[in-house]
Nanobody, 115 residues
Framework: QVQFVESGGGSVQAGGSLRLSCTVS????????SGWFRQTPGKGRELVAR???????FYVTTVKGRFIVSRDNTKNMMYLQMNNLKPEDTAVYFCSVWIGGQLNWGQGTQVSVSS
């Protein structure tokens, strides 16, 4: 079973920055695509950013140019650097890993952005 330890969430004012970190306990991490999702009350989880095992990146339009996804395969860690945060970025953020075609989730960390 894949286990996750997320950290870095919190509360900031609009325009501020946060960095989310996630440690993933699986021997398959280095060969598995990983990503960050977010969810607000009453809505489904939205893919925010994805990074392949080789480092290729994808961002949803609303965060492109503000967020940076990265990973360190030597430490089984993934990161989401969030800059110029906006109130609409407020959500619970989940790190995730695709293993064998199955999506595995972290426990989530709250990010709150005030105007």
């Amino acid at each position: 079973q894949v286990q996750f330890v997320e950290s870095g969430g919190g509360s900031v004012q609009a325009g501020g920055s946060l960095r989310l970190s996630c440690t993933v306990s699986t021997n398959s991490f280095r060969i598995s695509p990983s990503g960050w999702f977010r969810q607000t009350p009453g809505k489904g989880r939205e893919l925010v950013a994805r990074i392949g095992s080789g480092g290729n990146e994808f961002y949803v339009t609303t965060v492109k140019g503000r967020f940076i996804v990265s990973r360190d395969n030597t430490k089984n860690m993934m990161y989401l650097q969030m800059n110029n945060l906006k109130p609409e970025d407020t959500a619970v953020y989940f790190c995730s890993v695709w293993i064998g075609g199955q999506l595995n989730w972290g426990q989530g960390t709250q990010v709150s952005v005030s105007s």
